[in-house]
């Protein structure tokens, strides 16, 4: 779904596409004589793949249809340079793996507050290049958006890291449960290994990453940039070490929607599943929390909230029968910890730019988009601020 950048974009066709699914939706509810209101969101965010589109399916005497939408519109020239098939992904787990992990709640019996929850999926669409995923608006039910230039409290954290624990621990039952089914139906979760063609658009990153960076810290951050870029490296951190998981692959706070309780609470559900792939459970982790959090949140938070991952992962895992001592030891989890740091720190590196870019500096989106180049935006005085202040951590952390 995304943030709440207002995305620029050439949407051509795509709203007929979906006015086609949205008839269809209707009729299989038994709709007859209903209205359409069909409206592009001005919250697309960092959605660089699709149309995204909010509509309501109404009326007389029926309760409305609240829904969310996306539309592809990448071209075949710019799917072949994106590093993951967002599309099929995403159409996968809301018509599949969530079906298979919902039978895996239910045949242990998890207690409904535990099971993990999504929006409810009302149809898809899986014509090439006009691929189409259409659900329901969890916003009108008081769901929002987060802000992308505020950082992460306590309390949203928590319940942001039980989620991700609770989807972490599916996808493991699911491949000891069921290994040859596993292994058939996330064949193509994969992140596309050749980067040869990404090599000047990570070059042009690098360096505004390093234009950003203090002058204390330029030196030391470029020696970490080179290391973390050798042959093999990043690849070796983004797959399973110890533990395989299918991670979300963009587990931040704009992926996330959430409802403030009165007690201060927050009830929160993940989103945008484009990028899930065969990881370990640290990158999600880091990912999260590195490109949430100030500095202030990671003096007083840091290890509690990796304690906290871990313990609601234990949890969930004996919730569906399995022993985290021998799935997923502690020790396991520090090993991991300290090994995937760098990516993290890299990642954010890049993230950030896009997280806390201004308006005026919105890349215009189009369907024939290198979309490397295009997520490279003008770094912005907040990004030099988070990456600065992260710099900082990671080097007390003994990461670079």
């Not at 939706?25 to 038994?30: D, F, L, Q, S, Y």
Request: aromatic share 10%.
């Amino acid at each position: 779904m995304g943030a709440d950048l207002e995305t620029k974009i050439e949407a051509k066709d795509s709203e007929e596409t979906l006015r086609e699914e949205l008839h269809k939706i209707a009729k299989e509810r038994g709709y007859k004589n209903y209205k359409l209101d069909i409206k592009t969101s001005s919250s697309v965010g960092a959605n660089f793949m699709s149309i995204v589109y909010t509509a309501t399916i109404s009326e007389h005497g029926k309760d409305d249809i609240n829904i969310f939408a996306k539309v592809a519109f990448l071209s075949e020239k710019a799917r072949s340079d994106a590093p993951v098939q967002a599309f099929d992904v995403e159409i996968l787990f809301y018509s599949d793996i969530i079906k298979i992990y919902k039978q895996i709640e239910e045949k242990h019996k998890v207690p409904v507050e535990h099971r993990l929850v999504v929006p409810e999926l009302y149809g898809v669409s899986s014509k090439y290049l006009k691929e189409t995923i259409v659900m329901e608006n969890l916003m009108s039910k008081g769901y929002q958006m987060f802000d992308r230039f505020k950082t992460i409290d306590w309390n949203y954290t928590k319940e942001s890291l039980t989620q991700l624990a609770k989807l972490h621990s599916l996808s493991i039952a699911f491949y000891i449960d069921h290994p040859k089914s596993f292994s058939e139906k996330t064949e193509k979760l994969k992140i596309k290994s050749d980067t040869a063609h990404m090599e000047e658009s990570v070059g042009m990153m690098v360096m505004k990453i390093l234009e950003s960076a203090k002058d204390e810290h330029k030196e030391r951050l470029k020696n970490f940039i080179e290391n973390i870029m050798a042959p093999n490296k990043i690849d070796h951190m983004m797959k399973p070490i110890k533990r395989m998981i299918l991670s979300h692959g963009d587990y931040r706070p704009n992926n996330l929607l959430h409802k403030l309780n009165e007690d201060g609470t927050y009830d929160i559900i993940p989103i945008d599943y484009q990028t899930m792939t065969h990881s370990n459970p640290i990158v999600d982790l880091l990912y999260f929390l590195f490109n949430g959090s100030d500095k202030e949140f990671r003096a007083k938070y840091l290890r509690k909230a990796f304690d906290h991952y871990y313990n609601e992962l234990c949890a969930c895992l004996t919730r569906l029968d399995l022993n985290p001592k021998q799935i997923y030891p502690k020790e396991d989890f520090e090993f991991e910890l300290k090994e995937v740091l760098p990516l993290g720190l890299f990642m954010s590196l890049m993230l950030l730019i896009i997280i806390t870019v201004e308006m005026e500096h919105i890349p215009k989106i189009h369907e024939d988009m290198d979309i490397l180049k295009n997520l490279f935006c003008t770094p912005s005085e907040v990004y030099k601020i988070r990456m600065n202040d992260l710099l900082e951590d990671c080097i007390d952390m003994g990461v670079l």
